[in-house]
């Protein structure tokens, strides 16, 4: 079973191009070759080897492996116990980040995933998917970013993340959080519960990698905002007030002058003069 997909228009950032399933041959064999997109192959039985950059791997049921784009690759199923896989091909802007979060990539490209069927069943849901008329692309999309996340949690080829790794992805959870909250009444509680860490910690933690504090970035973040916003001349100060968390007018225009210097009415004043000029 193999089925080839259109290049997606809707989800650049991550899409199928393919996927199938296999019951190989003694001795079946691919390559060498070049890909034009990522192709990951997960073993359901038997053995058999693959070959990139100078290495050799015996790999057999619970394991797969990772084919990158324009590397040079070959596989072949043991002669006597041939291997029967699935696979997935896709491609996107945020195709190597997540492989990488998995741990796998060009010098990584050994799966290990023994915990459950559940790669097997998420090739079994894309076949599925053809009964899908009009969302099919947009259903083959989650089914991969579900399959992804499934090995960035579970798989156990992982490889630990640095300290200093550790340190930016927290800071990156930190400004995507205020990114997608910051119209609402959070708090740095709140930022460190649903990130995970202690309070005082990420604080810390923040303070050292962007020289000032959680706080202060999430007032400039909102203020920024806010001045996206004064250009609506149907949106009084006290919309756009309430449309960047703050539900205190008087608390806003505090420390909207606080970041630029005049109050919210003088600020959008000016910027109305200077378009006039």
Request: glycine content about 8%; some cysteine.
């Amino acid at each position: 079973m193999i089925e080839y997909l259109s290049p997606s228009k809707q989800h650049t950032e991550l899409y199928l191009t393919q996927y199938g399933m296999e019951e190989c041959l003694p001795g079946h064999f691919f390559g060498p070759a070049v890909r034009t997109h990522y192709l990951l192959h997960y073993i359901l039985e038997g053995e058999g080897i693959f070959e990139v950059g100078g290495h050799k791997y015996v790999l057999g049921k619970g394991q797969g492996f990772l084919i990158c784009p324009g590397v040079i690759t070959y596989y072949q199923a043991d002669q006597g116990n041939p291997w029967t896989y699935c696979w997935i091909g896709f491609n996107g802007t945020l195709a190597e980040s997540l492989l990488r979060k998995a741990g796998l990539s060009l010098s990584s490209p050994i799966l290990c995933y023994e915990r459950d069927d559940a790669i097997y069943e998420s090739i079994l849901l894309m076949s599925q998917s053809q009964s899908y008329r009009h969302a099919r692309e947009t259903r083959l999309t989650g089914l991969l970013y579900a399959m992804l996340s499934m090995l960035m949690e579970f798989s156990s080829n992982k490889l630990p993340t640095p300290s200093e790794s550790r340190a930016e992805i927290y800071v990156e959870q930190v400004q995507l959080f205020i990114e997608n909250n910051y119209a609402q009444k959070i708090t740095v509680g709140d930022i460190a519960h649903v990130i995970g860490l202690n309070r005082s910690y990420l604080c810390a933690l923040f303070h050292q990698r962007m020289n000032r504090s959680i706080q202060d970035y999430l007032i400039r973040y909102r203020v920024n905002k806010a001045c996206e916003m004064m250009g609506n001349l149907e949106l009084s100060i006290g919309d756009i007030s309430r449309s960047v968390g703050y539900t205190d007018p008087l608390l806003f225009s505090k420390m909207f002058k606080k970041v630029k210097g005049s109050s919210p009415r003088h600020y959008r004043t000016l910027s109305q003069a200077q378009l006039k000029v």
